[in-house]
């Protein structure tokens, strides 16, 4: 990264800190994230952070935020995932749940079934999981065919998530 030193002192002027968060007041975003231009490019601010403080990331990772707070740039709050990862952490923390929660009409059957056993979060896991189904069964002590569910449930998930 060229001009990391100068780029991170920039970045690290836009900044004001609320407990251990260290808050972008630069421009932010609709989706909630800080802007900063890098090199002429445009990245969420907690992205360019991360490069800035651990070099750079490949394309199909995320940056996240330990402390769920967008406006964050502490590196230290900041860890890298996937895409399913960062839903899955954001149902676990409720930011989304309000969204998922309506349109009650559009939702598949199996919504409502696999939902009553198996939360959003476990949904989510299971799909993400390298255990074989039969494990998965045993391990949340459910029928194989719930965590067939469990999985089109996740899916539908992410699927709402993604149309957002
Ligand atoms: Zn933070």
């Given at each position: 990264m060229k001009?990391?030193?100068?780029?991170?002192k920039r970045l690290l002027s836009k900044v004001t800190y609320n407990n251990k968060?260290?808050?972008?007041?630069?421009?932010?975003?609709?989706?909630?994230?800080?802007?900063?231009?890098?090199?002429?490019k445009s990245y969420n601010a907690h992205k360019a952070s991360y490069i800035l403080h651990f070099g750079e990331i490949s394309n199909n990772k995320w940056v996240l935020h330990k402390c769920d707070n967008k406006k964050c740039i502490n590196?230290?709050?900041?860890?890298?995932?996937?895409?399913?990862?960062?839903t899955?952490?954001?149902?676990?923390?409720?930011?989304?749940?309000s969204g998922i929660n309506h349109g009650t009409k559009t939702k598949p059957k199996s919504f409502k079934r696999?939902?009553?056993?198996l939360s959003d979060a476990e949904c989510l896991k299971i799909k993400s999981s390298d255990l074989s189904k039969i494990n998965l069964s045993k391990k949340y002590n459910v029928h194989i065919s719930t965590i067939y569910r469990a999985i089109t449930h996740a899916d539908e998930l992410l699927k709402q998530l993604e149309e957002k």
């Open positions: 001009n990391a030193d100068k780029n991170r968060c260290m808050e972008y007041n630069g421009a932010i975003s609709s989706n909630g994230y800080g802007v900063f231009y890098l090199n002429g590196p230290n709050h900041l860890y890298l995932g996937d895409r399913e990862q960062n899955r952490d954001a149902i676990i923390r409720k930011r989304m749940a696999c939902n009553s056993i």
